[in-house]
């Protein structure tokens, strides 16, 4: 059987290359963890950066073909599909084996793709279905509950006590994970604002200019938030914070 397969980067849990093979997952997978030094793809780099920190690709099975013409077409077809779904894939060619793949080929495979779609033969699994998901969707729309309150990565990060870096958190506020489920929560993406460790929260800096553009009294604001008037008529003239300003006049 020729198989098509995804490898996982260890560090994302995120599919970022697919391949095929008639050999065994558990032999191509070592190819991919130990590459040769003269191979200067994409995803031999990333094989030799991942050795370096002791870290190893995992390998998963998509699906299985009787032939070898048939795992090429579909192969085309699956790595465009994934890419469509906003996958980084590490692939430099479109796939199927083919140096360049001429336009017969590709509306042939896609032809056949389709078939195998709408068959349910094939499909390119999404969210709480995916194998290497970290998350449900209830998890989700709490994360997307804090992003449009307005609170930036570290703060998310935090305030759920979550165990992974804020390039998670990033994903999937720019939608680039559970991009399904963000295009009916979001129209554009709401960017995390960055803050200093000992500084004042991009939140709580946006409550300040809010509370000072709905008219306030500066020693309101003052006594609210303990910051002190000179500051306040800084804030006021636009002097300082004006990033903040900025993304305040595009998103409030």
Same mark, same amino acid.
């Given at each position: 059987? =020729?198989?098509?397969?995804?490898?996982?980067?260890?560090?994302?849990?995120?599919?970022?290359?697919?391949?095929?093979? +008639?050999?065994?997952?558990?032999?191509?997978?070592?190819?991919?963890?130990?590459?040769?030094?003269?191979? =200067?793809?994409?995803? &031999?780099?990333?094989?030799?950066?991942?050795?370096?920190?002791?870290?190893?690709?995992?390998?998963?099975?998509?699906?299985?073909?009787?032939?070898?013409?048939?795992?090429?077409?579909?192969?085309?077809?699956?790595?465009?599909? =994934?890419?469509? $779904?906003?996958?980084?894939?590490?692939?430099?060619?479109?796939?199927?084996?083919? /140096?360049?793949?001429? +336009?017969?080929?590709?509306? +042939? &495979?896609?032809? /056949?793709?389709?078939?195998?779609?709408?068959?349910?033969?094939?499909?390119?699994?999404?969210?709480?279905? &995916?194998?290497?998901?970290?998350?449900?969707? +209830?998890?989700?729309?709490?994360?997307?509950?804090?992003?449009?309150?307005?609170?930036? $990565?570290?703060?998310?990060?935090?305030?759920?006590?979550?165990?992974?870096?804020?390039? /998670?958190?990033?994903?999937?506020?720019?939608?680039?994970?559970?991009?399904?489920?963000?295009?009916?929560?979001?129209?554009?993406?709401?960017?995390?604002?960055?803050?200093?460790?000992?500084?004042?929260?991009?939140?709580?800096?946006?409550?300040?200019?809010?509370?000072?553009?709905?008219?306030?009294?500066?020693?309101?604001?003052?006594?609210?938030?303990?910051?002190?008037?000179?500051?306040?008529?800084?804030?006021?003239?636009?002097?300082?914070? /004006?990033?903040?300003?900025?993304?305040?006049?595009?998103?409030?």
């Amino acid at each position: 059987m =020729y198989k098509i397969y995804a490898l996982i980067d260890p560090r994302t849990k995120k599919i970022c290359y697919i391949g095929q093979t +008639k050999n065994k997952l558990i032999i191509r997978l070592n190819q991919h963890n130990n590459p040769k030094s003269t191979n =200067y793809s994409k995803i &031999a780099k990333l094989g030799r950066l991942l050795k370096r920190n002791n870290l190893k690709f995992t390998i998963e099975l998509l699906t299985e073909h009787q032939t070898k013409e048939e795992c090429n077409l579909i192969e085309i077809n699956t790595i465009s599909d =994934y890419k469509n $779904n906003g996958y980084k894939l590490k692939n430099i060619q479109d796939g199927g084996h083919i /140096t360049k793949n001429s +336009k017969e080929s590709i509306e +042939k &495979a896609k032809q /056949t793709y389709l078939k195998n779609k709408k068959l349910g033969l094939h499909k390119i699994q999404c969210g709480e279905n &995916a194998s290497v998901v970290k998350f449900n969707e +209830k998890e989700i729309l709490l994360i997307y509950e804090l992003i449009k309150k307005f609170y930036n $990565n570290n703060e998310i990060k935090n305030k759920l006590n979550l165990p992974y870096n804020i390039t /998670t958190i990033q994903a999937i506020r720019s939608g680039q994970n559970w991009g399904h489920l963000w295009s009916l929560n979001f129209t554009k993406t709401i960017p995390s604002l960055f803050s200093l460790p000992n500084g004042i929260s991009p939140r709580i800096k946006l409550k300040i200019i809010d509370l000072i553009v709905k008219g306030y009294s500066l020693e309101h604001i003052g006594s609210k938030f303990k910051r002190v008037k000179g500051d306040l008529k800084r804030i006021n003239n636009k002097n300082i914070w /004006t990033k903040v300003w900025k993304f305040y006049n595009e998103y409030y």
